[in-house]
């Protein structure tokens, strides 16, 4: 570079110096950072899947939530607009992946752009539920490993975090090349049956998937665990049950599970322990991803006590007798509060 041209470089840079002074006279020295201190900021924003949750969130945080415009054309094509700025900020887009599924997600990624162009200084998305999650696998010749797909393509769209509640697999974090936080709801549901303290009761899962985290529930009950083997067909729609793997004889019944889709699983198991001689069985799971047959199903078994958590809105026709919800609002909040200051999650759960 000529001496010229270095010089007047070095002026300019004096000059833009010189104009920080003056704008930041008087007020304390405070040198640039992208950590934390950079975003001016929390904003939180929701889309239209779950806007109770949402509200769960906006409550405990005592943030409230953003505007914004969600509308659906008649061609189906949807639109985002924001009623603010938030350039500079740190924002957290809450959306669950539920029915409609394909229209949520669509409907995120649009969001994730629209806060995208807007400049946000961060946005990271609270996703409590996570579609898709069973794709995780080639497990059949020539089949799509969707989950890592919609990783990828929430990332594109401008996600630089996410938060999630109990994916169906561990792997599913690899499949995401920004950090985040997997959270799970087995501290909410098993404080839930220590209160409830049954007696003569046995933990049981219907997934050897699950066997570990069935166990750290069982220890946390101080109740012992019980095994059942199922295997599922082809086309992963229908599973039978084998055998149990444990004493369920005489013994109240707990099913673990981390989702209730059509409830066939839950059918077989219920049917087989009553066989086995198992009195009082109550099943609980994360995910209230209730489809299908899946409520009738419910209704029909000799089911205690049904509890998940509001990962998933249950409408008021799929609200059983016997159904209780468990927020995760104040969870989530509690995250989210943590990822903005910049302190430890793993710390919330002694980890």
């Given at each position: 570079m000529p001496a010229s041209s270095a010089s007047m470089q070095r002026i300019h840079v004096l000059e833009i110096e010189s104009m920080l002074r003056v704008e930041y006279a008087g007020q304390p020295t405070r040198p640039f950072s992208f950590h934390n201190e950079m975003y001016s900021g929390i904003k939180l924003f929701s889309g239209t899947s779950h806007p109770t949750l949402a509200s769960e969130i906006s409550a405990y945080l005592g943030v409230p939530l953003s505007g914004r415009d969600i509308l659906k054309f008649p061609n189906e094509n949807i639109f985002v607009q924001l009623h603010e700025s938030v350039r500079g900020q740190d924002v957290y887009l809450i959306q669950t992946m539920s029915p409609p599924v394909n229209d949520?997600?669509?409907?995120?990624l649009i969001a994730l752009d629209c806060l995208r162009r807007d400049s946000a200084g961060r946005i990271t998305v609270v996703?409590?539920?996570?579609?898709?999650?069973?794709?995780?696998?080639?497990?059949?010749?020539?089949?799509?490993i969707t989950a890592r797909l919609l990783a990828d393509i929430l990332t594109t769209a401008g996600a630089d975090r996410y938060i999630m509640v109990d994916l169906h697999a561990g792997q599913i974090q690899g499949f995401f090349s920004v950090p985040g936080d997997e959270l799970t709801a087995f501290h909410l549901l098993s404080d839930y049956f220590v209160t409830r303290d049954i007696?003569?009761?046995?933990?049981?899962?219907?997934?050897?998937?699950?066997?570990?985290?069935?166990?750290?529930f069982a220890s946390k009950l101080k109740r012992p665990l019980a095994l059942v083997e199922k295997r599922r067909t082809k086309n992963d729609a229908r599973s039978e049950v084998?055998?149990?793997?444990?004493?369920?004889?005489?013994?109240?019944?707990?099913i673990v599970d981390d989702e209730i889709s059509?409830?066939?699983?839950?059918?077989?198991?219920?049917?087989?322990l009553r066989t086995q001689g198992a009195k009082d069985i109550y099943v609980c799971a994360t995910h209230a991803a209730f489809?299908?047959?899946?409520?009738?199903?419910?209704?029909?078994?000799?089911?205690?006590?049904?509890?998940?958590t509001n990962t998933i809105p249950v409408p008021p026709d799929q609200m059983l007798p016997n159904l209780k919800v468990l927020s995760v609002g104040p969870l989530l909040g509690e995250v989210i509060r943590r990822v903005h200051e910049g302190r430890s999650v793993g710390a919330l759960f002694n980890e």
């Open positions: 949520n997600i669509m409907e995120l996703v409590p539920y996570f579609a898709y999650a069973r794709s995780d696998k080639k497990d059949q010749p020539r089949v799509p007696p003569d009761s046995v933990v049981v899962t219907n997934d050897l998937g699950f066997a570990k985290k069935a166990r750290n084998l055998s149990v793997i444990g004493e369920v004889e005489g013994q109240n019944c707990i059509t409830a066939g699983s839950v059918q077989n198991t219920v049917n087989l489809c299908g047959p899946a409520v009738e199903r419910l209704r029909s078994l000799p089911i205690k006590e049904i509890v998940v």
